[in-house]
Structure formats: structure tokens, C-alpha cells
């Protein structure tokens, strides 16, 4: 149950699975048409929905880590730019603050 409805492929592999067998139902049993259609369209909106969530939350990921490793790099720069000398690096080694 975890990877059909946890997953975009599970997502995208169910509903199209009730689309083909709503299609199915629609096509060969006529009184059952308008419901077929109508789950059909349920799975469908369900689908784009997960979807275009599980994308856009991957895009702020995404964003997130850049913006970390951008942080990460400045702070980086800072400490390798900084000008050492015995006694400034004696004194962050008795600071502890390196």
C-alpha cells in the first residue's frame, strides 16, 4: 500500500489503471456510465493533484539546500579570507572559537 499511494508512480500507475477499467465499465455496461466517469475523473484530479504537490515540494527542497550550501560557502569564504596570525590563531584555539 506504501509505494501506490506514497509514490508519484504509484499515484500515476493507480489512477491510470481505474481510468482504463472505468473506460472498460463505461464502454460494455451503459447504466453504469456516469459513475465510471465519474470515478474516473475523481482518480484523475486526485493524481494531478499529488503530483503537481510532490513537485513543487521537491522545487522548495531543492531551493532550501541551494540556499544552505550558498550560506555554508560564505561562511567558508569568511574564515579562509580572514587575515592569521599566531596570535589571533592562539587566540581562537584558547577560545575555542575556530
Given at each position: 500500500?506504501?509505494f501506490?499511494?506514497?509514490?508519484?508512480?504509484?499515484?500515476?500507475?493507480?489512477?491510470?489503471?481505474?481510468?482504463?477499467?472505468?473506460?472498460?465499465?463505461?464502454?460494455?455496461?451503459?447504466?453504469?456510465?456516469?459513475?465510471a466517469?465519474?470515478?474516473a475523473?475523481?482518480?484523475?484530479?486526485?493524481?494531478?493533484?499529488?503530483?503537481?504537490?510532490?513537485?513543487?515540494?521537491?522545487?522548495?527542497?531543492?531551493?532550501?539546500?541551494?540556499?544552505?550550501?550558498?550560506?555554508?560557502?560564505?561562511?567558508?569564504?569568511?574564515?579562509?579570507?580572514?587575515?592569521?596570525?599566531?596570535?589571533?590563531?592562539?587566540?581562537?584555539?584558547?577560545?575555542?572559537?575556530?
Open positions: 500500500m506504501e501506490i499511494f506514497g509514490t508519484v508512480w504509484g499515484w500515476i500507475g493507480t489512477a491510470s489503471l481505474v481510468v482504463i477499467g472505468c473506460a472498460v465499465v463505461a464502454y460494455f455496461i451503459p447504466q453504469f456510465r456516469i459513475y466517469l465519474a470515478v475523473g475523481v482518480f484523475i484530479s486526485a493524481a494531478t493533484i499529488y503530483t503537481k504537490g510532490t513537485r513543487d515540494r521537491a522545487r522548495l527542497e531543492a531551493r532550501r539546500k541551494e540556499e544552505a550550501v550558498r550560506k555554508a560557502r560564505a561562511d567558508y569564504a569568511k574564515i579562509d579570507n580572514r587575515p592569521d596570525s599566531n596570535e589571533s590563531v592562539s587566540k581562537r584555539m584558547r577560545d575555542g572559537s575556530f
